[in-house]
């Protein structure tokens, strides 16, 4: 299977090093690209726009794929599947610690991408608006009580999908965990 990693704030596709490695092993092919700006400064959806700009550019159209989302990623991916996704859907969403309820600490930073991700903002509902279309594939969430980035950390979790408690003691170790590279392994075994 192809795998379409989307990172998160201020990250890169490096993000996903570890878990890249672990999926090409079992012989999936991943795409890592870095979506700029960073920070999200233009908002979320110039984000998605961008990906959906990557895919086309890069996957062949025929060829099927699963969709990862860390953090911030979570929600560009989201909007992509959702609202930018051409006539080529993905088979599976696995979304690993996503605001989806927004978090809390969005307040700290400027950005038209933080402010995206504020609890109660304009683009969540809009997302929420047109999830319908989003539950046409597997999604599969994973979530931490321990985040200190996603506050509340059941911001994470989405009515309706598939989802996996991780103990982890940081945000960032979600990338990290052997609970979850493993339950997305298995998972697309069956796509």
């Known amino acids: 299977m192809n795998v379409l990693l989307v990172h998160g704030f201020w990250d890169t596709g490096k993000t996903f090093r570890r878990l890249e490695c672990r999926l090409a092993a079992a012989g999936h092919t991943c795409w890592a690209p870095t979506l700029y700006p960073r920070d999200g400064r233009?908002?979320?959806?110039?984000?998605?726009?961008?990906?959906?700009?990557?895919?086309?550019?890069?996957?062949?159209?025929?060829?099927?794929?699963?969709?990862?989302?860390?953090?911030m990623g979570?929600?560009?991916?989201?909007?992509?599947?959702?609202?930018?996704?051409?006539d080529r859907p993905a088979r599976a969403f696995f979304a690993i610690s996503g605001p989806f309820r927004g978090t809390l600490t969005a307040w700290l930073y400027p950005s038209q991408g933080a402010r995206d991700m504020r609890p109660g903002s304009e683009f969540l509902r809009q997302l929420?608006?047109?999830?319908?279309?989003?539950?046409?594939?597997?999604?599969?969430?994973?979530?931490?009580?321990?985040?200190?980035?996603?506050?509340?950390?059941?911001?994470?979790?989405?009515?309706?999908?598939?989802?996996?408690?991780?103990?982890?003691?940081?945000?960032?170790?979600m990338l990290a965990s052997e609970k979850i590279s493993s339950d997305i392994l298995d998972r697309l075994k069956g796509l």
């Open 42 to 71: 233009l908002g979320i959806t110039d984000l998605a726009r961008k990906l959906s700009e990557y895919v086309a550019k890069n996957l062949p159209v025929n060829l099927p794929f699963a969709v990862v989302g860390f953090s």
């Open 74 to 86: 979570c929600l560009v991916a989201r909007c992509y599947l959702q609202q930018l996704q051409p």
């Open 128 to 173: 929420d608006a047109t999830a319908d279309t989003l539950w046409e594939i597997p999604v599969y969430t994973y979530y931490t009580p321990l985040d200190l980035m996603i506050i509340p950390a059941a911001s994470s979790r989405l009515p309706l999908a598939t989802e996996l408690m991780v103990w982890s003691p940081l945000h960032r170790w």
